[in-house]
């Protein structure tokens, strides 16, 4: 099994800035995903295939990285970005997910 | 638009079988392309992927669950289903349903039920 580790587990930061979450793998992936999950709701596919945005993304996310080091970037924080983000791979199975990046509004 | 809606009961006691059933609409679940899956989130916990089937029937399941894990899908309904036996206290958790197509991450999810394994 894949293990993923994100990092860090509680980010802190104010709107307008830039944040990167970090994503890393026990082992060589080719398929990573990201989602983010505003509370009490489902969560929603943001970057699929490592760097690509999902339909109806704003282009303020990014997603990059290889091997086994991989991030999402958030350029300009909204208030509506203030949520819990996992990251989960779909190299093998069983497909497996981070335990979650939450950002909290400094 | 695709949309998926989980379905079953709240309530489940201890050593008796969880029952979930994801209704699939607006689009069809004969498809060569997407595998069809179950996660769970324990409350205040991170998503945990539970198992996937294929419309053919093909699963593939965490080894967490496997020994008392079923899914199945029934393409006549456009469902598929979730039976994991002997719950605890442990398995509480909103249960999901979505849907994820080859070599993608899950694209479509359902709204979640919340379960709770209480006596």
């Known amino acids: 099994e894949i293990v993923v580790t994100q990092s860090p587990a509680t980010l802190s930061v104010s709107p307008g800035e830039r944040v990167i979450l970090s994503c890393r793998a026990s082992?060589?992936?080719?398929?990573l995903a990201w989602y983010q999950q505003i509370r009490g709701q489902a969560p929603r596919l943001l970057i699929d295939?490592?760097?690509s945005r999902a339909t109806g993304v704003p282009a303020r996310f990014s997603g990059s990285g290889s091997g086994t080091e991989f991030t999402l970037t958030i350029s300009s924080l909204q208030s509506e970005d203030f949520a819990l983000y996992f990251c989960?791979?779909?190299?093998?199975?069983?497909?497996?997910f981070g335990q979650g990046t939450r950002l909290e509004i400094q | 638009q695709l949309q998926l809606q989980e379905s079953g009961p709240r309530l489940v006691k201890p050593s008796e079988t969880l029952s979930l059933t994801c209704t699939v609409s607006?689009?069809?679940?004969?498809?060569?392309?997407?595998?069809w899956g179950w996660l769970r989130q324990p409350p205040g916990k991170g998503l945990e992927w539970i198992g996937s089937?294929?419309?053919?029937?093909?699963?593939h399941y965490n080894p967490s669950f496997i020994s008392r894990l079923t899914i199945s899908v029934d393409t006549s309904t456009s469902q598929f289903s979730l039976h994991l036996t002997s719950v605890t206290a442990a398995d509480t958790a909103v249960y999901y349903c979505?849907?994820?197509?080859?070599?993608?991450?899950?694209?479509?999810w359902g709204p979640g039920t919340s379960v709770a394994v209480s006596s």
């Open positions: 979505a849907r994820r197509p080859y070599y993608h991450g899950f694209d479509v």
């Open positions: 607006g689009d069809s679940i004969n498809s060569d392309s997407h595998y």
């Open positions: 089937v294929s419309y053919t029937g093909t699963v």
């Open positions: 082992q060589t992936i080719r398929y």
């Open positions: 295939a490592v760097s």
């Open positions: 989960q791979q779909y190299h093998s199975w069983p497909l497996t």
